[in-house]
């Protein structure tokens, strides 16, 4: 069973930051990746930003220079640091472990950005 929970969600002003987390935890191991994607009302789920075991990240072109992810792997645990933010990155953000077979999915996270 592997389960993840996030935190860090909430309202924010445009230009403002927030850090999001997902903590795992069950049957997580060996080479993985994790990531964030999002999902805006009315759009298709989005990638957002990813990062393997080795450190290696993509991010989407839209928050390129705005949005930091990390993770730490002694904990199972991704952060996603956004600073300037902006009313278009508005949406309900799930973190996600691929582990080959299966993704797993977090509860989603609501970030609203005010202008």
């Known amino acids: 069973q592997v389960q993840l929970v996030e935190s860090g969600g909430g309202l924010v002003q445009a230009g403002g930051s927030l850090r999001l987390s997902c903590g795992g935890s069950?049957?997580?191991?060996?080479?993985?990746?994790m990531g964030w994607y999002r999902q805006a009302p009315g759009k298709q789920r989005e990638l957002v930003a990813r990062i393997t075991s080795g450190g290696s990240t993509n991010y989407a072109e839209s928050v390129k220079g705005r949005f930091t992810i990390s993770r730490d792997n002694a904990k199972i645990t991704v952060y996603l640091q956004m600073n300037s933010l902006k009313p278009e990155d508005t949406a309900v953000y799930y973190c996600?472990?691929?582990?080959?077979?299966?993704?797993?999915w977090g509860q989603g996270s609501q970030v609203t950005v005010s202008s």
């Open positions: 069950g049957s997580i191991f060996g080479i993985y990746t």
């Open positions: 996600y472990v691929d582990l080959g077979p299966r993704v797993y």
